[in-house]
């Protein structure tokens, strides 16, 4: 390797002059990425919909010298992702690196241990549907990608999927569906940008194995033991464990960074071998 090649490869995962906007960054995975975006060099916008969070959240990283600022926005309203965007390019300026981090389960649409799919309510399911895939993914891409591509800047656009969209899991019906929706949708924006608008703004999506949240952890573990369904998980997953916040950081900064300048329409798993496994 020449010497050139050698001084380039450091930079290519270095993101200092990119600004980032990053949807649902008050959450557990979505502040892992964020903190590791400012880490990287980035400027970083946590935006996220519960009053206050997003800035005590971006308070806290801004203590350790991270170059970030906190805002409330609403994913499902185009209108308040434009004003949170306007104001965090004046503040940072252009946004060319769109996390969408905003996604989570609706117990209602989930088929319950004794309960039915037949009896799943409409707004359940349109829930769901709306918080994964509207509000996590196509709304911010509307708003957000409109103007990176406006602006004929390189730029990339990363969505969250899951393991749920390639291997549906029992009794989460709505859930997986959504999933499956982001992934379709991410490729389909992908090859729209590139091929008919000939933009240089990437699209692809991070499918994040198992982690132990609130919302799932009744589920996988009871006390100090894992429930039968968190055996299951973790007898399916080879590197016998569940994933942890930082553990799709490096993914991110990959899809982020110019290391990634040919990769677009992927999405990738980050599950710890569990979808390339078929259980023997």
Not at 211 to 219: G, I
């Amino acid at each position: 390797m020449t010497s050139s090649r050698k001084e380039r490869v450091p930079s290519l995962f270095n993101l200092t002059g990119k600004v980032a906007f990053v949807a649902g960054g008050s959450g557990v995975l979505g502040s892992a990425i964020a903190r590791g975006l400012a880490a990287a060099g980035a400027k970083v916008a946590i935006a996220g919909v519960t009053e206050g969070k997003a800035e005590r959240v971006a308070a806290e990283m801004a203590k350790g010298g991270l170059n970030v600022m906190g805002l409330r926005t609403d994913a499902f309203d185009k209108d308040a992702i434009r004003a949170a965007l306007n104001r965090v390019e004046e503040a940072f300026g252009d946004v060319n690196v769109l996390v969408n981090a905003t996604g989570g389960n609706v117990k209602e649409a989930t088929v319950g241990p004794d309960g039915s799919f037949f009896g799943l309510p409409a707004e359940a399911l349109e829930k769901v549907v709306g918080l994964n895939l509207f509000a996590g993914a196509i709304f911010p891409c509307q708003v957000v990608g409109e103007r990176m591509v406006s602006r004929f800047a390189k730029g990339s656009i990363i969505n969250v999927s899951s393991m749920n969209a390639y291997r549906p899991l029992t009794r989460i019906v709505g859930y997986s569906a959504a999933k499956a929706a982001v992934s379709n949708f991410t490729q389909w924006l992908a090859v729209h940008f590139a091929k008919d608008l000939r933009s240089q703004v990437r699209v692809n999506a991070i499918a994040p194995g198992f982690v132990l949240a609130d919302q799932n952890r009744a589920l996988l573990v009871d006390g100090d033991k894992l429930t039968p369904r968190g055996q299951t998980i973790i007898d399916h997953t080879p590197m016998g464990r569940f994933g942890e916040p930082e553990d799709f950081v490096g993914a991110a900064l990959w899809l982020a960074s110019d290391a990634s300048a040919f990769v677009t329409g992927t999405v990738i798993p980050v599950d710890g071998g569990f979808s390339a496994f078929a259980g023997v």
